[in-house]
Structure formats: structure tokens, C-alpha cells
């Protein structure tokens, strides 16, 4: 292979490795390309115990401002929810109302005395006599 010293592997590479247990080896033509990072760099590196201090310091700021953000967050979103729920139970308070009455109704019926006596199921029809029929 034709690497140079310290070049990392990459995914481009991967037909140049060794497929399998047949010891076959392709070659790729295909040009590697390498991305390389150059981002803003701090100004004063954190070096010596003043720098260390200053970004501990830091760091409890930002973690201590987030701690704040996040319990205002949820306190807001507990009141909305407080606030919708309420809402709604104002506005359902004539369903509930009706549910109850139709509830009560219900069990009132239900504690009623049954008739007693023989239910027997079934259709009739009435069969009229020509003595009975009505004349126009």
C-alpha cells in the first residue's frame, strides 16, 4: 500500500484493504480528501492558576444562569398548564352536571320495584271479525 506515515484510515480507503479470507486487494485512483479544522481560537489560553480560576469561574456562571433559565421554563409551562386546565374544567362543569343527573336517574330507575309475575316474549297479531269493522 501507498500510504503516508501517520495518515489516518478512512472510509475512501476502504477498497484498498483486504476483502476477506481470499487475500483480494483493490486499489482506488480516487483522491482522499481531508477536512481540517481551523476555528476561532480564544485570544487568552486558560494557562496558569489565574486563567484556570477565570474559566471555573466561568463555567459556573453559564451552568448557574442555565440552572435559572430552566426553572423559569417550567415554572411558565406548569402555570399554562394550570391555566388550560382550568379552563376546560369551567367550561365542561354543564356536561359534568348532566352526567350526574343521568347518572342518578339511571340508579333511581334501577332501585325501582320490578313487576312481578311471568314475562313471556314473543308476536301477536290481531285478527278482526267482519261484525267489527268499521263502515265509512
Do not use: H
Amino acid at each position: 500500500m501507498n500510504r503516508q506515515r501517520g495518515a489516518r484510515s478512512d472510509c475512501n480507503d476502504l477498497p484498498s484493504m483486504m476483502q476477506g479470507d481470499g487475500g483480494i486487494r483493490m486499489q482506488s485512483n480516487r483522491p482522499r480528501i481531508r477536512i481540517r479544522y481551523s476555528g476561532p481560537r480564544s485570544s487568552v489560553p486558560a494557562s496558569g492558576w489565574f486563567g484556570k480560576a477565570l474559566a471555573v469561574a466561568a463555567s459556573v456562571v453559564v451552568l448557574a444562569t442555565a440552572l435559572v433559565f430552566s426553572v423559569v421554563l417550567v415554572a411558565v409551562l406548569f402555570a399554562v398548564g394550570l391555566i388550560a386546565g382550568g379552563y376546560l374544567w369551567w367550561k365542561t362543569r354543564t356536561l359534568r352536571r348532566q352526567l350526574r343527573e343521568q347518572m342518578a336517574a339511571m340508579q333511581a330507575r334501577a332501585a325501582a320495584p320490578q313487576p312481578q309475575g311471568e314475562v313471556i316474549e314473543g308476536e301477536f297479531s290481531r285478527a278482526q271479525s267482519s261484525d267489527n269493522q268499521r263502515r265509512p
